[in-house]
């Protein structure tokens, strides 16, 4: 494998693999030229088929495109491990590594700025033989064998760095005394780039120190009449200068540049990761504008206190340092400083000075330092830093007014007028993420954090991404180097004293707290008000009308203060409408808030959320289950906007959106004051949470519903919790708990006389006696159920326990009363749909009673009838989206088409199944399912996989203690064993 590989770009495409010469055809040379110009970072495929193919690549370009990767792989990585290559595929594209010094343009980068450093130290014989050493990577017009239109732009960046490296060389000649011997070649590319005033400039001067004085006159008034004509502007000042003083025979520098090049970048912070993308994105911007020819500020290098804005900003800039020969300016403009912001004016002043002007020559007018700022840096390529800006007008006079220069700007405001007004791009920064965070800490702790991997993500997490906070922590662990890891994390999990352990030993620059007031301070009072109270919210990210309700307000002026505070990058946007803290964050507001917020003033704002989000539920389960509004709590509409949830769609799309906050609703609900809200949400969730199976939510909702009814002494509320709790047992097959809570829900009941609370418990504990096995246990409690349902004249009731007593039935052999309930409770189901339109209940009531009519079907040997009724059932399910019964249709229909000998057929409606049931978490089904999908493969022959699938059935079996599926899957089981050729496993 080639463990060295050289590229060229500085004349054709070449590529050496350990010293020998790679010949590639000339689409796979534009594809590396493409992919060596954009190392490190990824190129998409869309841009590797406009550079290849051109505007409109043809329909095979893709693959092509693909066969070129390919071979050019065969070429770079031939041999080498996957970790180890070179050319990558990523997401979206492909991504070329290079290691260091392997290709040409970066050695005459590099050995370009050595020069430059050279000729500062006026160590001209270095200059010169650096410079000579760079110009002699050239082979000939870069990119000169390639046909792309889009490579060919890339060429003149390249044609720029030859000719400043060939002045670079020049002029240090010209220093030694060479004046003579570079006359020709001045004159020759003089004449190739008329428009170069250096040029002209250089030949001048080596012209006059060589007695030619009518000769470097005569190279002005040649100069000077092709700049009018082409350009319509007169010579610059510095050559302007130099001609008058060849005529005065006074000329007072080896050349027309009398401007220094500073280097006032900050150094870069250690222990820099995780921002590999946004580098790439700066770089991105920067080659963008390079094609433009225009001035780059990126001013959206924004986001929260102690995010990193600063760290990428010099790390970014450190790295394209090369790309500004011409040097790199830098200023804290101190917006968010305990000092005061530095203004315009002396940041303008201090530029002056870094770029060569005598302080007592600096103009004492803005508009004049502005003016004079940007005369110098006109046709120089330099990189400018404006770190920690607050206002517009601190940013604005510091722009240059030419082309070549690129501008930084990072911020904690948003300042959307640089991007509207002066084309400013937007770069976010957001938190690093859980393994970036941990890596950081690797690198800043040692072996340490390496040791204890999970303390390390622990305290990771504890600092919230937040770059700042992750430093602190590692300086908390030097302080401490006895400690374990995992005892500091502990520490700072107290949520309650964290902010204290980020105090950064003092440091008011970097301690949290003082780090987050500089923002907070900034804000007008009802945006600051705003920020206290939007910390309140218990979930994990809300929308502007939880925020209206937090704050008493409408809902534009709710949008409007959570803009400004994202603007100020004091709360995230969390997905379209929806906003966030982070957790160091939201401590602080809280802090704020208990001191500048009254008691009732902190209650009543939670108070309007809760009643907000109550109702809202309450209208989203009435728009989705209407069939049993009346068994839901009636809910008063609160004060203030209400979101519109009376489709279905709606209902369902805003509980999905919500339900992290009702959940965390319910937690701080019951433990802070507002019991009775946690039970009346527990009961409106109820059947959404069960019908889309979000099992481990509802074991939380309805555990904090129970200890709320303990704390109001509401009997019939903790019943009805235990009730609920049952049915998460029920789901996930645990019959024993779940009889368990029936049972103790039942005998709290009786204790009070709650009737309608009876009759939904007696029906439940039916179901789970029936997949307990415990067949006449379960028709006992279901005719009990059924006798109180037909009191009350619950429809409903009637109707589903109708269906789930024919289903005990049929267990024992009963198909005639079996068919009759079914029968009548589709009657029932189909009524009540007719009269409350599609109600998502009634129609899976409808689909239940079909496919278990199915079922019967099947057991009385109608395979036809019972796989056209599973059908209808699946089509029921599918357009109420109820994707528990229709997995449960799927597997009945399996076992209907396995009795018509359709093995195929059913086994892939089986093998849907069981993925769906993985899914959904629904045990008890996909037991069903490996079961038939057992039997499927073992008519069909296939013996070692019927035996593979009836040994999970087996497995979910026992542990669901259904004896009945138990003992037919070991028959089933026993018939595939028996079935495999003697000396095969099965």
Known sequence: ????????????????????????????????????????????????????????????????????????????????????????????????????????????ETLLAAARSAARAEDWAETCELAADALALWRGEPLADLGSDALAREAPRLSELRLQV??????????????????????????EHPLREQLHGLLMLALYRCGRRAEALAVYRAARHVLVSELGSEPTPELQRLHQEILS?????????????????????????????????????????????????????????????????????????????????????????????????????????????????????RGERIAAYRSLLADRRVLIVLDNARRLEQIRPLLPGAPGCAVLVTSREALGGLVARDG?????????????????????????????????????ELCCGLPLALRIAAELAALRPGAELAEIAEDLADSRHRLDAFDAGGDEASAIRAVFSWSYRTL????????????????????????????????????????????????????????????????????????????????????????????????????????????????????????RVANPSAATAWLDAERANLVATALHATGFGWPDHTTRLSVILYRYLDAEGHFSEAALVHTQARRAAALLADVSAEAAALRQLASVDFRQGRFAAAADQLNLALSL?????????????????????????????????????????????????VARTLMNLAVTERSLGQFGPAVEHLTESLVLYRELRDRMGRDALTVAGEADALTNLGVVDLRLGHAVQ?????????????????????????????????????????????????????????????????????????????????????????ALYRDLGDQAGLAQALESLGQARAAVPHGRSG
């Open 166 to 191: 060939w002045e670079t060389r020049l002029e240090a000649q010209m220093h030694l005394g060479r004046n003579a011997e570079v006359i020709s070649e001045l004159r020759a590319l003089a004449q």
């Open 524 to 643: 007008e009072p009802e945006v600051a008000r705003a920020f206290r109270l939007g910390a309140l919210h218990p979930g994990p990210a809300f929308d502007a009308y939880a925020a209206a309700a937090l704050l008493g307000t409408d809902l534009p002026g709710a949008r409007r203060l959570l803009d400004r505070l994202a603007r100020a990058y004091l709360v995230q946007h969390a997905g379209p409408g929806r906003y966030a803290m982070h957790d160091l964050l939201r401590a602080y507001a809280r802090e704020l808030a208990a001191a500048e917020e009254s008691e009732a003033e902190r209650r009543a704002a939670l108070t309007r959320l809760f009643d907000l989000y109550l109702h809202t539920a309450a209208q989203c389960a009435d728009a989705l289950f209407p069939a049993e509004s009346s068994r839901r709590p009636a809910v008063a509409a609160p004060p203030g906007p209400i979101p």
């Open 424 to 460: 400013a791009v937007r770069l976010d920064l957001d938190v690093l993420a859980p393994n970036a965070a941990a890596q950081l800490l690797r690198e800043l702790i040692g072996e340490r954090a390496r040791r204890d991997e999970a303390a390390a993500r622990m305290l990771a």
């Open 749 to 797: 009941l009786a204790a009070v006389g709650d009737t309608r609370g009876q009759t939904h418990t007696v029906h439940n504990l039916g179901l789970v006696e029936r997949h307990q096995g415990r067949f006449l246990d379960a028709i006992g409690h279901l005719r009990q159920a059924l006798a109180l349902n037909r009191a009350q004249g619950d429809t409903l009731g």
């Open 1 to 108: 494998m080639p463990e060295t590989v050289e590229y060229g770009l500085l004349g054709p495409v070449t590529v050496h693999c350990d010293g020998l010469p790679a010949a590639l055809p000339r689409r796979q040379r534009e594809l590396l030229a493409a992919l060596l110009l954009s190392a490190g970072r990824v190129v998409s495929v869309e841009a590797l088929l406009v550079t290849l193919w051109g505007a409109a690549p043809p329909p095979t370009a893709r693959a092509s495109l693909h066969n070129h990767v390919k071979r050019l792989r065969s070429v770079l990585d031939a041999g080498r491990e996957p970790a180890e290559r070179r050319l990558l595929t990523e997401p979206g594209g492909y991504l070329l590594r290079l290691g260091a010094d392997v290709l040409d343009v970066t050695r005459a």
């Open 249 to 365: 025979d006074e000329p007072a520098a080896p050349a027309p540049a009398p401007t220094a090049v500073p280097r006032q970048l900050p150094p870069p912070v250690a222990g820099f990761v995780g921002r590999e993308s946004e580098l790439a994105g700066l770089t991105a911007y920067l080659d963008h504008a390079a094609h433009d020819g225009a001035t780059m500020v990126i001013s959206a290098i924004g986001g929260t206190a102690g995010v990193g804005k600063t760290a990428l900003a010099v790390r970014w800039a450190h790295s394209a340092a090369a790309r500004f020969p011409d040097g790199q300016l830098y200023v804290n403009l101190r917006g968010y400083d305990p000092q005061d912001p530095v203004d315009a004016d002396d940041a303008l002043a201090g530029f002056l000075v870094a770029l060569g002007v005598a302080a007592p020559r600096i103009p004492a007018g």
């Open 866 to 954: 019972a796989a056209d009724r599973h059908r209808q059932a699946i089509a029921l399910y599918r357009s109420v989206e109820d994707q528990r019964g229709l997995v449960e249709a799927m597997v009945n229909l399996g076992a209907a088409e396995r009795h018509q000998g359709l093995y195929p057929m059913a086994g892939r409606h089986l093998e849907q199944a069981v993925a769906l049931c993985r899914e959904l978490g629904d045990r008890y089904c996909e037991a069903d399912a490996h079961a038939n999908l057992g039997v499927v493969y073992l008519r069909d022959g296939r013996h070692p996989q019927a035996a593979d699938e009836l040994r999970l059935a087996l």
